[in-house]
């Protein structure tokens, strides 16, 4: 994929440049495995801090800061610490850590490395879903060839520090992405996501021990943040929203792909890097990042003030493109896998197909989700296929304001955000398609068979 001029390329520097490989040996002759080099004779409070003060984010939904969460894990217990790599990547919409695991693994090894030796972790894990076995194969390979180089294992480059990681492949479910649904899932029980209080993974994580999770994106930073030094690396982007981000563009834009950006509006990635919409064609609305998050309607004014009491009003090009901008405007940016949805695009048929994904990947272990889930893909399913009736829109309202927030993981608000948000900003054209798809002609069999519970 072709670099644009407009990105900063950090994570993905060497990734699409001609003749980069995956092996160890290209990997050190553009400098890998310095900076681990480097950690195994620093101080590992050391290396905490300056990820502490990086201010860097997760980068896999919830932006939580990463030094942070570290901070978190209980040393006094006794048992092992673990670190785990949430590299399930099912969001719809998003495809980054997978160019990351495809092109420079020998990155996000270091990376995990490098967070290792710092939290002192007995034992890291590679959590990667089924529907990625070349990713999981690379890392195989990449984990071997670190072996022979003594960067993983025993004794790591004669510290006296030693530490294996492990690749997990995941069973193909989309609530494995959920940190603790992942953990049930790496000890081999079924993924439901556990209660938090008292299950938080930094005390009672895997196996019962301190655990820490974080995204690909997220470790690869580490090694950044080491090299240029927190003060440094805070610079790039606004601050609260340090570092740089990779986005993934897909929909109606000439030029879809992932793009690694920092400190630019969501205008200036989806016009003036993505191309604008497709000729023809006006941009109708943006979902910011992964199919869950709530979505932007173009030609509505986000209005407010932000973290100093300074007042905004902007329009869907002038959003900022990091956690707080985004959260500003009402949505959230989430696992970075950006939707952009053009005036071909028919909202309720959209949002049927978001339900019926959702409807799928529910894990079952809570009633509201698991009920209203089906409900929500049933409702939406006979409206696309002509049985719609007039009592639809409301009653999708309804089931959804009931799942969201009585469920034990993020699930909830993953199946009803869209439907709130879409009514929110669509109820008209809910209502106009409810109306003119009201009519006998429907496929009637064809809405059964999809309504159906599988």
């Known amino acids: 994929m072709a670099i644009h001029p407009r990105e900063k390329r950090i994570i993905?520097?060497?990734a699409d440049e001609p003749g980069?490989?995956?092996?160890?040996?290209?990997?050190?002759?553009?400098?890998?495995?310095?900076?681990?080099?480097?950690?195994?004779?620093?101080?590992?409070?050391?290396?905490?801090?300056?990820v502490k003060n990086s201010q860097l984010r997760g980068r896999g939904g919830a932006g939580f800061p990463a030094g942070v969460k570290w901070s978190f894990v209980d040393r006094k217990s006794g048992k092992p610490v673990y670190m785990v790599?949430?590299?399930?990547?099912?969001?719809?919409?998003?495809?980054?850590?997978?160019?990351?695991?495809?092109?420079d693994p020998h990155q996000l090894i270091e990376g995990i490395m490098i967070s290792c030796f710092a939290t002192d972790c007995a034992k890291a894990f590679i959590y990667i879903r089924e529907e990625m076995p070349k990713g999981a194969k690379i890392l195989e390979q990449a984990i071997k060839e670190a072996k022979e180089k003594n960067f993983v294992g025993d004794d790591i480059l004669g510290s006296g520090y030693s530490c294996d990681i492990v690749v997990h492949r995941g069973a193909a479910a989309y609530i494995c992405g959920e940190e603790t649904g992942l953990i049930e899932s790496l000890e081999g029980k079924r993924a439901n996501p556990r209660i938090k209080p008292p299950y938080f993974p930094a005390a009672l994580g895997l196996y019962m021990c301190p655990t820490i999770v974080n995204n690909?994106?997220?470790l690869c930073n580490v090694k950044h943040i080491l090299e240029m030094g927190a003060e440094e690396y805070a610079k790039i982007g606004r601050p609260n929203n340090t570092g740089t981000r990779i986005w993934c563009v897909s929909g109606g834009v000439k030029r879809p792909g992932?793009?690694?950006?920092?400190g630019i509006t969501l205008g200036e990635l989806v016009y003036d890097i993505c191309g604008g919409p497709k000729e023809g064609r006006t941009i109708k609305?943006?979902?910011p990042g992964g199919s869950s998050m709530k979505i932007l309607k173009n030609g509505e004014r986000f209005k407010g003030k932000d973290r100093d009491g300074n007042e905004y009003d902007w329009g869907i090009e002038d959003i900022p493109l990091d956690y707080d901008g985004i959260a500003a405007a009402g949505s959230m940016s989430g696992s970075g896998g950006m939707m952009v949805l053009d005036d071909s695009v028919e909202i309720p048929v959209a949002l049927a197909n978001l339900m019926a994904f959702y409807s799928h990947e529910s894990c079952g272990q809570c009633t509201p989700c698991r009920e209203g889930s089906l409900w929500l893909k049933k409702i939406t399913t006979r409206m696309v296929h002509g049985e719609a009736r007039p009592e639809d829109v409301d009653l999708l309202r309804s089931v959804a304001d009931q799942i969201e927030g009585r469920t034990i993981c993020a699930f909830g608000f993953a199946v009803a955000w869209p439907v709130q948000s879409y009514l929110d900003k669509f109820e008209d054209e809910f209502r106009e398609?409810?109306?003119?798809?009201?009519?006998?002609?429907?496929?009637?069999?064809?809405?059964k068979e999809l309504a159906c519970n599988h």
């Open 12 to 14: 993905l520097k060497y």
């Open 20 to 50: 980069y490989t995956p092996d160890i040996d290209c990997y050190m002759r553009h400098g890998g495995y310095v900076m681990l080099k480097k950690a195994v004779g620093m101080d590992k409070q050391m290396i905490c801090d300056e």
């Open 85 to 103: 790599c949430n590299c399930d990547e099912s969001e719809p919409g998003t495809f980054k850590d997978r160019q990351i695991v495809h092109k």
């Open 216 to 218: 690909v994106e997220t």
């Open 258 to 262: 992932y793009y690694e950006v920092a």
């Open 285 to 287: 609305a943006i979902i």
């Open 433 to 447: 398609f409810a109306q003119r798809h009201n009519h006998l002609g429907g496929d009637r069999t064809a809405a």
